[in-house]
């Protein structure tokens, strides 16, 4: 796992290049082990400081999403198919995870890729589920569209509107540091958590399936809605 420090720097100094280029890796399936929220709140802070244009951070980042997420599709859908199922482990999308998205997105069409692309510890599994569902062009990409603009559009308000108050307080570069520590802290504990649940409930998650998803999303945000969702499907 890479130092908060050279997150810090990754974001301060590689520019909107390295983030499109580290984000369409990610989207197209590599397992760079960098949580992708916190790449995107990076740099929506940034841009709320002045760092970066806050237009062009905004496309830097769904634009990737948007393009690497069709690679992984059309690879899922066509010559990556049994690879996936073979070595998807690797990354947390095992067989027991990608059936029942598989039958989600054949029935929900549009609406279920777009409401998968935007829910913590289900977004890692909907692409390549379309693609071996062999869900039509004109489905899967609509909610592509639809749904990882949206992630996009809520991650980089947060992000945009904490770079603000983070701006306005002055905080020091150890401060800063001492903040992200703490938010890559809260994701691996909120994960933990959540694992927890779930081998409770005998939905076995295993710890190479946990790294896949904190990797894929940490940030509190995303955290707490996830938590949300195991709380409420404990009770049922």
């Known amino acids: 796992m890479p130092s908060p420090e050279t997150i810090q720097q990754f974001l301060e100094t590689s520019g909107l290049t390295a983030i499109f280029i580290v984000l369409l890796l990610k989207e197209i399936g590599f397992p760079i082990p960098i949580p992708g929220d916190l790449i995107l709140l990076g740099a929506a802070a ?3 400081q002045g760092r970066f244009n806050g237009a062009l951070a905004f496309i830097a980042i769904v634009a990737p999403l948007l393009l690497g997420g069709a690679i992984q599709y059309w690879i899922a859908r066509g010559p990556g198919r049994a690879f996936i199922y073979r070595v998807g482990k690797i990354i947390g999308l095992t067989k027991e ?3 029942p998205m598989i039958e989600r997105v054949r029935k929900g069409g549009s609406a279920a890729v777009a409401l998968g692309l935007t829910t913590p510890g289900v977004r890692i599994a909907t692409t390549p589920a379309s693609g071996i569902a062999d869900l039509p062009a004109n489905i899967f990409l609509p909610g592509l569209i639809a749904g990882s603009t949206f992630f996009v559009a809520w991650h980089f308000a947060i992000g945009y509107f904490g770079g603000a108050v983070l701006g306005l307080l002055n905080f020091s570069a150890a401060i800063l540091i001492a903040i992200l520590i703490a938010v890559i802290a809260l994701g691996i504990l909120g994960w933990y958590f959540i694992r927890r649940a779930r081998n409770k409930r005998a ?6 399936e946990t790294y896949a998803y904190w990797a894929e999303a940490s940030c ?3 955290i707490t809605i ?3 969702q195991e709380t409420q499907a404990g009770k049922r």
């Open 46 to 48: 940034s841009a709320a």
């Open 97 to 99: 995870r990608l059936d």
């Open 226 to 228: 996830t938590l949300l």
């Open 203 to 208: 939905l076995q998650m295993s710890a190479r």
């Open 220 to 222: 509190p945000a995303c």
